[in-house]
């Protein structure tokens, strides 16, 4: 597909920061949550680098929160999720993969309590509100289920931890991975967590207040103008080399978590009323397709061969064995990294498969170090 | 805002369409649905004038179904929107808010009946299947909830009709508006319906085979040689002439019907099982704001006053009255038209605003063309 342009109406919502990121050169959105999600601001191999060796501002508005609070709130959280919520700490948030009766994966957010009867859910892209709200109107739950105006902006790259102790002072170093902690600026507290969609390290702070986007935008900025701080956004190239999954791109609606890799969130022996255990219990790891990892040793020109859903399909020799659902050059690796969902029965580590014309070989997700740099 | 690129994953699905489209010169697009929806092929006012005097072939793929069927269907649909569903004929299709408990509206879908237990909802840009599977779930309905793959292929413009019987028959002239009839199309039977966003008269074919769909273009494209047949999309100029409202800008969640003007479209003395009811009948028509259009005799730069939520604030003299949330240029009546949420204290017709230091006066919608043409 060549270039194409977008087209901005209300309906693509616009952050706090969206005239910042103007000001700062955006050359290209997606559209996520109904809201404009930066995805470009230089070339893509120096917003790569970048990434790798400094540290970026990363208009994450667009992860939306959905509110649910009340007497059932966290009856409500867990009824979504197989993971276990019944031991998270306050102001602590776990990746749980949000599934349906089925065990089919509906969002996979952050899910993350701010009180016994608060709790947050960091969305992926789909209006799990509307899941939400439909459940707790159906089962009479005593809860209110809303999206708040809560706009997060990542701040991602090794020199995040330096940046975020200039804004939030010293105390932010203390705060452990996936956990967060309620910090001071500019007479607000405001949720910052050490989190966020790339394997550089960094926080993502929950604003709160759209009135303050522009300021602390500003602040980041003027506080890591050493630091070579920059204009960022989730990156393509960063996320599939490290094995970081692409809600609506890797996992669907279709798949279960066993199918995704992401058995180790699930809680299959807990006590719990969680809607989807059941049928996970049942299905037990027991599937017929994976998402695994291809390497390439040459560039792929992925674009001669996409089907008609957006993929691109996968053979081994004549055999259609899958689909390609996400792939990237890695500039570092000097390889073509993809991340497929194969049929198991064709799944063998180091098996030689073909895409475009292209030969790469299996691997498990997320890719191995020695893997890729080998 | 300037031009930016979109950014497209698999995420952002493509269609049974999208080769044709690109082969036919799509310039823009936006995201619906996760879909791409085409906004532009050649100018914005060629493709205006082609759609008024010509045919046009619109891939709306996006405007996704949530098929609801089984034993219960009927009564989950109804249970969603305060439109009285029960009078609703075989393949007829109603255009029905779906709103929640508070009467807030989740979405503005057709709901189209294929049998007395199998439903579609024809949706604009909200993922209702998760709120109609946890309203099914909650309440332990015996229904399924699920997206089918059917693309919707929408033929509008004055020669629409035309083309249609070309294709299908002349079976194709009886349907009445916001009716449908199954006809045969290369062996299959399709859903085909008098609807569409436009006030040029036209056709929606809801292919339910992918297979189908590049035949289905070519053969539009092929037999409408003559009629000047060309790629179109949902006009955003003419359907604010028309006064069409858009999900997501004019009507949002935090709008209840009576706000947005679709008062006609509820039943509030049926004897029905319907969410949303009992508080409609409570609001009665008491809102503090309202949707209008406004007339401006000149071109407005509405760019220049952007608010951070993607809507323009409309002011009378001082005093912030409500929020521009579409708005464009009519090159038929050479005059700037925008739909506006107004805060009713404020509201008389043809009083006079101002956005971004234009005056402007309010008219209700949809515009009548005498005020328009005067």
Chains 1, 2 share one sequence.
């Not at 597909?1 to 919502?13: H, I």
């Not at 276990?84 to 969002?107: E, H, V």
Request: hydrophobic share 40%.
């Amino acid at each position: 597909m060549q270039q194409k342009l977008l087209s901005v109406t209300k309906r693509t919502r616009t952050t706090p920061f969206s005239r910042r990121l103007e000001a700062a050169g955006v050359k290209a959105y997606t559209i996520y949550n109904h809201m404009l999600l930066p995805t470009l601001f230089d070339t893509p191999e120096a917003d790569y680098w970048h990434l790798c060796e400094h540290v970026q501002v990363w208009d994450v508005s667009c992860q939306r929160q959905v509110e649910v609070c009340g007497p059932d709130a966290a009856r409500l959280v867990q009824l979504m999720t197989p993971r276990d919520l019944s031991k998270t700490d306050l102001l602590q948030g776990k990746y749980a993969p949000i599934c349906d009766a089925q065990g089919n994966i509906l969002n996979d957010p952050i899910v993350i309590k701010l009180a016994d009867d608060r709790w947050w859910i960091s969305l992926a892209d789909s209006d799990i509100k509307l899941w939400a709200s439909g459940l707790a109107q159906g089962y009479g739950m005593d809860v209110k289920v809303f999206e708040p105006d809560v706009f997060p902006l990542a701040v991602q790259g090794p020199k995040a931890e330096e940046l975020i102790c200039r804004i939030f002072g010293e105390e932010a170093k203390s705060i452990k991975f996936f956990r967060g902690k309620m910090l001071a600026y500019r007479g607000e507290l405001i949720y910052v967590a050490r989190s966020g969609w790339s394997k550089q390290g960094g926080f993502e702070i929950y604003l709160h207040k759209a009135e303050l986007g522009e300021q602390l935008w500003d602040d980041l900025f003027e506080a890591g103008q050493d630091l070579n701080v920059g204009p960022g956004c989730p990156n393509g190239v960063e996320r599939i080399e490290a094995g970081l999954l692409s809600y609506g791109s890797d996992i669907t609606e279709a798949n279960n978590p066993f199918e995704c890799g992401l058995d180790s969130y699930l809680n299959l022996d807990a006590d719990i009323e969680s809607l989807s255990l059941p049928a996970l219990r049942k299905i037990g790891g027991s599937v017929t397709q994976r998402l695994v990892g291809i390497i390439f040793d040459q560039s792929v020109n992925f674009s001669s061969s996409a089907n008609t859903i957006g993929g691109f399909d996968l053979y081994d020799s004549e055999q259609h064995i899958g689909e390609v659902r996400s792939q990237t050059w890695s500039w570092r690796y000097k390889k073509h990294l993809a991340m497929a969902m194969i049929k198991t029965a064709y799944l063998a580590t180091n098996k030689q498969v073909s895409v475009s014309g292209c030969e790469g070989n299996i691997h498990e997700l997320p890719f191995m170090t020695e893997v890729l740099a080998n």
